[in-house]
């Protein structure tokens, strides 16, 4: 019984969540990912990072972005990076005011 009352309490809350959403605009994206850590010794590596992303399936700007950076890690098996991040944001799509 009990089994019965949840799965109708999560069933009528997904239901109305749907019900309640309201669609401002439709966007489809595409984004592509490259995430690398490389190792150059046992205590240093390099953090490479490129996200395209792209609105409309790859028509429009949406951002680029790109990150460079050295790690160290420690004795205790925590990793610390330092490094240099370059965000570009286009504006794209129809936007909600």
């Known amino acids: 019984m009990k089994k019965k009352i949840v799965f109708s309490v999560l069933f009528t809350n997904i239901v109305f969540g749907f019900l309640a959403q309201k ?13 690398g850590n490389h190792r150059l ?20 700007w949406q951002q ?7 790690d160290y890690f420690a004795a205790n098996g925590c990793q610390f ?4 991040a370059f965000v570009r944001t286009y504006p794209y799509g129809e936007q909600p005011i």
């Open 23 to 35: 669609d401002i605009s439709t966007h489809t994206h595409a984004w592509v990912m490259y995430f």
């Open 41 to 60: 010794s046992e205590r240093w590596g390099i953090h490479t990072e490129y996200q395209w992303r792209r609105a409309d399936l790859f028509d429009e």
């Open 64 to 70: 680029s972005l790109l990150r460079l950076g050295i």
């Open 81 to 84: 990076t330092g490094g240099y």
